[in-house]
């Protein structure tokens, strides 16, 4: 399995603003994934990111709101962009078990919008 | 579009008693697996199944995956405090989509 750490772990953010929340992997994976984790929900996949191509997104999500980048095989960042307290989430990214199609989670990131 | 159900949503068990999930896809998967998410944590992979009719077991946890491929069980026998969390079914969608179930909650009493 890999490891993943997230930054930041938590933050509390004013409406309006943007966030950008950083995944690293300790190793060098293809595709990496950002999650949404509404209070008390399950997991909803907000897009995939593909090294050197544009981050593929699911319904309901579009890049003007959730801007990724994927600089390398190891790094992936998310932008949380003109928050409102319906973002407040846990934001989880994961990357696929090498060789097979689980999925291995960072730690999250806990956004709180005022 | 797909979709992937539990049931029950809530659990609420005397530590030693048995807990049972259920997973139910409206479509037939290439495989389902299984995550674990303690309260304040994230989710961990358990299990993958990938057979029809595979049954799995890590200790006092039986996976089981059904038949036609459309539904999974996850079954604890004796619970203990350790078990707390929710437990997500998920399975492949389209593309490189996954689909969570929308997850069991267990509590266990001590």
């Known amino acids: 399995s890999a490891v993943i750490s997230q930054k930041p772990s938590r933050d509390i953010c004013q409406r309006g603003t943007s966030l950008t929340i950083q995944c690293q992997v300790d190793s060098q994976v293809t595709m990496m994934f950002w999650y949404r984790q509404q209070p008390g929900q399950s997991l909803t996949l907000i897009a995939t990111?593909?090294?050197?191509?544009?981050?593929?997104?699911e319904s309901g999500f579009v890049i003007d709101k959730f801007p990724i980048s994927r600089p390398n095989l190891t790094f992936s960042t998310l932008t949380v962009s003109n928050m409102s307290p319906e973002d407040s989430s846990i934001y989880l990214c994961s990357v696929e078990g090498r060789g097979t199609d689980t999925q291995y989670f960072g730690p999250g990131t806990r956004l709180t919008v005022l | 579009g797909q979709q992937v159900m539990q049931i029950p949503q809530y659990q609420h068990v005397q530590e030693g008693e048995d807990f049972t999930t259920y997973c139910n896809s409206s479509?037939?998967?290439?495989?389902i697996q299984w995550y674990k998410q303690r309260p304040g944590g994230h989710p961990v992979f358990l299990i993958q199944l990938v057979k029809s009719g595979e049954v799995k077991k890590q200790k006092r946890l039986t996976f089981q995956f059904g038949e036609a491929k459309k539904n999974s069980s996850l079954h604890i026998t004796a619970t203990q405090t350790t078990d707390v969390g929710t437990y997500f079914c998920a399975g492949p969608g389209y593309g490189q989509n996954f689909v969570f179930g929308p997850g069991t909650r267990l509590s266990v009493l001590p």
């Open positions: 479509t037939t998967l290439s495989n």
């Open positions: 990111a593909n090294q050197g191509s544009e981050a593929t997104y």
